[in-house]
Every structure is written in structure tokens, then in C-alpha cells.
């Protein structure tokens, strides 16, 4: 039994050590403006030539990877980005910010004293701090040559799925394709890029944190808009609905099948 534990032991460290290998070619910055900061991770396409160009993913995290230690953001997600098969077949530039602790991607008022959490949407109060630091880190990599300016695309999982959600609605001509996992925004924006912006949404349908009723409204609210989200419901999932989301084999080549008209 002792040398079973210590195998199991050997094993975890082993793959924490190649985890932390891999996250390591996302490269540590931030984004300093009026003594607000940004902390975010940045990874390249293998074989960068700045003389190309490439398509740019901007993924936001949930609320549990808030902080300013520029690591806890790429908990989930990196991965799919690191995977030698995706990174062949899809190079990008993949930008993953991290939001403070005290701030929210959305605005937002959430209310945690009972599950699943009850979020209060404040769309006209305006972007939140974090919100207006990621526009303006977006806008400084879109002003880059080798940046594709018809290939921008924003994915985000629970509080990212609703900043995603918030950043459609005030940015509707930046984006050519949207994925949100298990997230929520407010229906009533929905027309602000319902027709402009390809959407997949997914969701568990067990999630105790983030009621998949949330995105049910989302996506009805597209609907009646006369858009054509896509929508994936997992009957086994409960809030880490991003773990079946990422195993999609279609999940990055739909994501990188849509151009946006910049003409």
C-alpha cells in the first residue's frame, strides 16, 4: 500500500512538473493604464513569423481564477491550447487575462447566499474596470500586423461566459465567433449582435452555481432574433460543463471556420 501511495505521489508530481513545463510558453505580461493593471498570459503560434498573420483568441476565466498572480488563469483552458494537435492545425495568438479578485468581467451584481447564484445584470452602469482593460488589451493587439483582424475570438466559462456574453453586446463588430460555457448575460442585449456574431453555448444541465436556465434565456433570446446559436446541453454535467465542452472535436475547427468582413 505504502508503495502504491508513493507511486500515485510520483505520478501527480510528474504531471504537475509537465503542467507547469507546458504553461510555461504562455508568456507573463500586463497591461499597466492609469495605474489599473491587467496581468495576462500570452502564447504565440509555434514558428511565429511576425511577417504572417494569425488569428487572435482572447479566453476569460470564472471567478475561482480571479487574483493578481498571473497564474490561476490558465487552470482551465490552457490545455486546449497547448495540445500539440491543436496547435498545429489552429496557430494563434491565445490571450488569457486575469481578472482582480474584487472585480467581475460583466457588470454584475451576484448574490451568493443561495444556489444557484442569483446575478443581477447592470449592462447600463457600463463596463467594469477589468472590462475596460481587456478592450483596451484587445485593441492594442488588433493594431498588430501578424494579428488577422478578421479572425478575433472571445471564449470564456462561467463569470468569462457572462463577460463574454456582456463583451458581444458592446463590442458587435470586433468578434467573428463566440463560445460561452456554463454563463449567463442579460437577454436584453442579445440584439446587439444577435445576427452579427456565430455563437456556441454550452451548459450541464445538473450545474448547481450557474442555472443552465441562464443559458437556455441566452440563447432563446438569439433565437428570437433570428440567429442560429449553437447550444450543447450536457444531461451529466453539472458546473465543470468546460471539460466535456473542451473534449468537442468540432468545438476549434468551428471556432476557426468564421471570418468576419472587415471590408
Not at 493578481?68 to 491543436?86: A, I, M, P, V, Y
Request: hydrophobic share 40%; proline share 6%; net charge negative.
Amino acid at each position: 500500500m505504502k508503495n502504491k501511495h508513493l507511486l500515485l505521489a510520483f505520478i501527480f508530481i510528474c504531471s504537475f512538473t509537465a503542467f507547469a513545463q507546458d504553461t510555461n510558453l504562455f508568456e507573463k505580461k500586463a497591461l499597466i493604464v492609469k495605474g489599473d493593471t491587467l496581468p495576462y498570459r500570452m502564447l504565440y503560434p509555434e514558428n511565429f513569423d511576425a511577417q504572417k498573420t494569425y488569428p487572435l483568441i482572447l479566453f476569460l476565466h470564472g471567478a475561482g481564477e480571479r487574483g493578481n498572480d498571473n497564474e490561476k488563469q490558465l487552470t482551465h483552458g490552457s490545455s486546449l491550447f497547448l495540445d500539440q494537435n491543436n496547435r498545429t492545425k489552429f496557430p494563434a495568438i491565445v490571450i488569457m487575462p486575469q481578472c482582480p479578485t474584487d472585480d467581475y468581467w460583466a457588470q454584475v451584481n451576484v448574490d451568493r447566499s443561495n444556489y444557484p447564484i442569483q446575478l443581477d445584470f447592470q449592462f447600463k452602469k457600463g463596463s467594469t474596470t477589468a472590462m475596460d482593460l481587456v478592450l483596451q488589451l484587445l485593441s492594442n493587439f488588433e493594431n498588430e500586423d501578424f494579428v488577422d483582424k478578421s479572425k478575433t475570438y472571445v471564449m470564456g466559462l462561467s463569470m468569462g461566459g457572462m463577460g463574454t456574453y456582456e463583451l458581444l453586446a458592446r463590442q458587435p463588430d470586433r468578434f467573428a465567433a463566440a463560445i460561452a460555457i456554463c454563463g449567463a448575460g442579460d437577454p436584453t442585449y442579445a440584439t446587439n449582435y444577435a445576427k452579427n456574431i456565430p455563437l456556441w453555448a454550452f451548459h450541464g444541465a445538473h450545474d448547481n452555481v450557474v442555472a443552465p436556465l441562464q443559458t437556455m434565456e441566452m440563447v432563446s433570446a438569439l433565437l428570437h432574433e433570428g440567429a442560429f446559436p449553437r447550444l450543447t446541453l450536457y444531461d451529466f454535467a453539472n458546473h465543470n460543463s468546460w471539460d466535456p465542452a473542451f473534449a468537442e472535436p468540432d468545438l476549434l475547427p468551428w471556432l476557426f471556420s468564421n471570418s468576419l468582413n472587415k471590408e
